[in-house]
């Protein structure tokens, strides 16, 4: 498939944080001058727009917070009559079971990366490699026979 210049994308902005809410972060695209669609969700954001605009929003929008903001891929912009639930007659769209479940993983998600971002890498110590003397090797052997 080839890409034009102009290729709308749609991305839920999926919000699992204390600190931000999907106000905000709609508050804060609506104050940029991309030109993008924004509908709020109960989970985040779904954002539509040229894929270039959508991009730059999400990366504006994972800076308020960074490991408690996710970003997933959506086929279909907001309202289109193949997902939408007042043409499919009512109940849940496709994949909103699936989409809730993963949310339900997202803040053990987000406070493993926090503890992760927290702790400095550990260096190990490694050990030079050394020829054993043949007296040492001997002497394992020897208590290795005895037993």
Known sequence: ??????????????????????????????????????????????????????????????????????IKDRGFPAGDERRCRATLGGGPRPGFHFLREEVKMLPAIGAALDELEEKAPVREKVKEKSRIKVSVLEKIIEEELAR
């Open 1 to 70: 498939m080839t890409e034009t210049k102009n290729e709308k994308v749609t991305k839920y902005i999926v919000i699992s944080s204390d600190k931000v809410l999907p106000s905000d972060a709609a508050m804060k695209i609506y104050e940029s001058e991309f030109s993008v669609t924004v509908k709020e969700t109960c989970f985040g954001l779904i954002v539509t727009g040229p894929k270039e605009d959508v991009q730059t929003v999400i990366e504006k929008i994972r800076q308020l917070d960074k490991n408690h903001i996710f």
